[in-house]
């Protein structure tokens, strides 16, 4: 299963105290692709480094971007479905291009998908996806 994660439920599944940590710990054994483009990984870099610290950071994406359950995705159309923060639209779009079945966001900014019929895009948040995976 191809997913999109948003940064913050990036950062909550990294700590391996982490409730959500089985996300990350998914990703990593390739239980499911992560699909990321260069957009999403400078996002992710900045606001690890701006939260941890320039090491750990490097080490989070460098992981990312070495996993074989990683696609990295060009998306060559902006649909611009989030009005609210169009700063989330990269997800969406990465989402869109990669045919992932989720975007894993807590983000309500995200909750616009939910009504609009096409392009579709189904959000899951990231406590459901982390159930999601215990089931699994």
């Not at 483009?37 to 320039?54: K, P």
């Not at 998306?75 to 045919?99: L, R, S």
Request: glycine share 2%; proline share 4%; charged share 25%.
């Amino acid at each position: 299963m191809k997913i999109v994660l948003d940064t913050n439920s990036l950062i909550q599944s990294v700590p391996r105290q982490s409730r959500y940590h089985i996300v990350w710990e998914s990703l990593v054994k390739g239980e499911h692709v992560l699909c990321v483009s260069n957009e999403i990984l400078e996002e992710y870099l900045e606001i690890l480094q701006r939260l941890t610290d320039y090491e750990t950071a490097e080490l989070i994406v460098k992981t990312i971007v070495n996993s074989p359950f990683v696609e990295l995705i060009t998306p060559y159309y902006h649909f611009q479905m989030i009005q609210a923060d169009p700063d989330d639209n990269k997800f969406v779009d990465c989402a869109i291009a990669a045919g992932a079945r989720y975007v894993v966001t807590n983000d309500h900014h995200f909750d616009i998908l939910r009504q609009t019929p096409f392009p579709y895009v189904d959000v899951i948040a990231l406590a459901e996806f982390a159930e999601l995976l215990k089931r699994m």
